[in-house]
């Protein structure tokens, strides 16, 4: 009887990792379609720019507040969109890094040499 995927001789069951491996890059493939549908939100200027992003980081929509509409400072326009932007995408960042985090980790439990 074998135990922990290992063959007599401390020799890794191959059958056993290529099932592990299996397990884990559905459970990746799930994660990422996930994401995918997921969606984080940013603001700036006390919500006068709103941008939501998709979980993978993909802008999905902008809405600015025609308050932030200045013709003669497209400047400070252009910079909440850019802090709202950067606000969803940190989120959706953090997001992914907590989904995945947990599956790139375990790749140590495959049971191969140096992980």
Not at 15 to 29: D, N, P, T
Not at 48 to 59: H, Q, R, Y
Not at 100 to 108: A, D, F, I, K
């Amino acid at each position: 009887m074998r135990g922990a995927g290992v063959q007599p001789g401390g020799v890794p069951d191959m059958q056993q990792i290529l099932q592990q491996a299996q397990q884990m890059q559905e459970q990746l493939m799930a994660a990422q379609e996930e994401l995918a549908n997921a969606e984080t939100t940013g603001t700036a200027g006390g919500g006068l720019v709103t941008a939501v992003v998709s979980g993978s980081g993909e802008l999905k929509s902008l809405t600015i507040d025609p308050k932030a509409v200045d013709p003669e400072d497209t400047e400070t326009l252009a910079d909440l969109v850019v802090a709202a932007v950067r606000d969803a995408s940190s989120s959706a960042q953090k997001l992914a890094a907590d989904r995945m985090g947990g599956l790139t980790g375990g790749l140590g439990g495959l049971g191969l040499p140096g992980m």
